[in-house]
């Protein structure tokens, strides 16, 4: 069993481009035994899976065709190799992470270097998602968890909330409101608007809020970037509902711009984490999903 996994993993990366001659040194065996291990999985297919070209042997139509079979076997092997690892040791393991744009420059970087605290050795994958391809990633087995205010409509798919965070209002400087500790949205019925694109959630809330203040906002800038939304507020382009934390208290100035808290109701949306409910986690991503689950999350 272990020689046909050699021979598999030799068939993948000769037709990945390597020589027969680097493979041999790589493994260090010879490089007419996998030459003559090559062969036989050419005669045990029926059919040659790699052709000569040069200096280098490249895949038949079967072979193209064999080897994104073969690529995925190994990868699951080796998914079933990293999985015995961590049950072992699952203080060496990996987890991945996605998360929206807006939690990753703070709730994500922060539980990471809390948990790493008392798990030094774990690694981290880390990959930011869109509102509008929703938790594709989580759905296609490709993160372990999901950092997110939008809740999946993936039945498989479990979130469980965190924590309610509050929505503010971005100012620019000189701005009439400024100044303020809260206000309620009516009074920028007014105001120009810097606004994300439709696709993304916050926009939809910006909208609704609006709508429940009694108005329809002029908006004057859209972008799929919330940083850039602020940078726009705080070049005096008009104004926006962001999220707030409590490193940006209402009230604080931020690049320029002032947050100001919201007396609207509804002024806020739930940040939670989401999981696949039929694939199991591998020990260290379960570890750290208990971490988060665990944590002391709340504003002030």
Request: aromatic content about 6%; hydrophobic content about 45%; glycine content about 8%.
């Given at each position: 069993m272990?020689?046909?996994?050699?021979?598999l993993?030799?068939?993948?990366?000769v037709?990945?481009?390597?020589?027969v001659?680097e493979?041999?040194e790589i493994?260090?065996?010879?490089?007419?035994?996998?030459?003559?291990?090559?062969?036989?999985?050419?005669r045990e297919?029926?059919?040659?899976?790699?052709?000569r070209?040069?200096r280098?042997?490249?895949?038949t139509r079967?072979?193209s065709v064999?080897?994104?079979?073969v690529?995925?076997?190994?990868h699951?092997?080796d998914d079933?190799?990293?999985a015995i690892n961590e049950?072992?040791d699952?203080?060496?393991?990996?987890?991945?992470?996605t998360?929206?744009?807006?939690?990753?420059?703070?709730?994500?970087?922060?539980l990471i270097?809390?948990?790493?605290?008392?798990?030094?050795?774990?690694q981290?994958?880390?990959?930011?998602?869109?509102d509008?391809l929703?938790?594709?990633?989580l759905?296609?087995?490709?993160?372990?968890?999901?950092?997110?205010?939008?809740r999946?409509?993936?039945?498989?798919l479990?979130?469980q909330?965190?924590?309610?965070q509050?929505?503010?209002?971005?100012?620019?400087?000189g701005?009439?409101?400024?100044g303020?500790?809260?206000?309620?949205?009516s009074?920028?019925?007014?105001?120009d608007?810097v606004?994300?694109?439709?696709?993304?959630?916050?926009?939809?809330l910006?909208?609704?809020l609006?709508?429940?203040?009694?108005?329809?906002?002029?908006v004057a800038f859209?972008?799929?970037?919330?940083?850039?939304v602020r940078?726009f507020?705080?070049?005096g382009l008009?104004?926006?509902?962001?999220?707030?934390?409590?490193?940006?208290?209402a009230g604080s100035?931020?690049?320029?711009?002032?947050l100001?808290r919201?007396?609207?109701?509804?002024?806020?949306?739930?940040?939670g984490?989401?999981w696949?409910?039929?694939?199991?986690l591998?020990?260290s991503?379960?570890?750290?999903?208990e971490?988060?689950?665990?944590?002391?999350?709340h504003?002030t």
């Amino acid at each position: 069993m272990q020689m046909e996994i050699e021979v598999l993993r030799w068939f993948a990366q000769v037709a990945d481009g390597m020589t027969v001659t680097e493979v041999a040194e790589i493994d260090r065996v010879s490089q007419p035994g996998v030459s003559r291990a090559l062969a036989r999985l050419d005669r045990e297919m029926g059919t040659p899976l790699l052709q000569r070209s040069g200096r280098l042997l490249r895949p038949t139509r079967a072979g193209s065709v064999f080897k994104r079979h073969v690529d995925a076997m190994l990868h699951s092997l080796d998914d079933g190799y990293a999985a015995i690892n961590e049950l072992v040791d699952p203080e060496t393991g990996t987890v991945t992470l996605t998360f929206q744009l807006s939690l990753g420059t703070w709730l994500v970087p922060g539980l990471i270097s809390r948990f790493r605290e008392t798990h030094p050795r774990v690694q981290f994958g880390l990959s930011e998602s869109e509102d509008v391809l929703g938790s594709s990633l989580l759905s296609a087995g490709r993160t372990d968890l999901e950092f997110t205010a939008s809740r999946p409509t993936d039945p498989d798919l479990h979130w469980q909330p965190l924590f309610s965070q509050p929505l503010v209002l971005a100012v620019p400087p000189g701005h009439h409101l400024a100044g303020h500790q809260e206000v309620s949205l009516s009074d920028a019925a007014e105001a120009d608007f810097v606004m994300l694109r439709p696709s993304w959630t916050l926009r939809t809330l910006t909208d609704e809020l609006c709508a429940a203040a009694g108005f329809e906002p002029r908006v004057a800038f859209e972008g799929d970037d919330l940083a850039v939304v602020r940078g726009f507020v705080a070049a005096g382009l008009g104004v926006a509902v962001v999220p707030g934390t409590d490193a940006e208290a209402a009230g604080s100035r931020v690049h320029g711009e002032q947050l100001i808290r919201l007396t609207d109701d509804d002024a806020h949306r739930d940040v939670g984490v989401a999981w696949s409910e039929s694939r199991r986690l591998l020990p260290s991503a379960e570890l750290f999903k208990e971490f988060v689950l665990g944590a002391d999350l709340h504003f002030t």
